[in-house]
């Protein structure tokens, strides 16, 4: 039994909706690779921020061990608190 026997529809009418249903599943694709690969990066971003700041939480920590970076970083958060009051 031929494609769209019955229904008058032609062969023409037949393979140009193909052609769109084929270009709209191209552009979903597209879109959805697209969204996948926005989300991967900011996962990964998200990622190296936590793994810096563990990075940042191990310096304080080996610094308070020290006394003396740790007082150095104090004073650098307490600059950094005065600057954005100011603002």
């Known amino acids: 039994m ?3 026997s019955g229904l008058n529809i032609s062969r023409a009418s037949v393979e140009r909706s193909s052609v769109r249903l084929r270009k709209l599943l191209e552009m979903s694709l597209l879109w959805a690779a697209q969204r996948a690969l926005q989300w991967q990066q900011r996962h990964d971003n998200s990622l190296g921020v936590r793994g810096r ?3 940042w939480h191990g310096n304080l920590e080996r610094s308070r061990k ?3 970076i740790a007082a ?5 958060r307490g600059a950094r608190g005065r600057r954005t009051a100011t603002q």
């Open 53 to 55: 700041s563990r990075q």
């Open 2 to 4: 031929p494609l769209g």
């Open 72 to 76: 150095a970083s104090r004073v650098a």
């Open 66 to 68: 020290d006394g003396t």
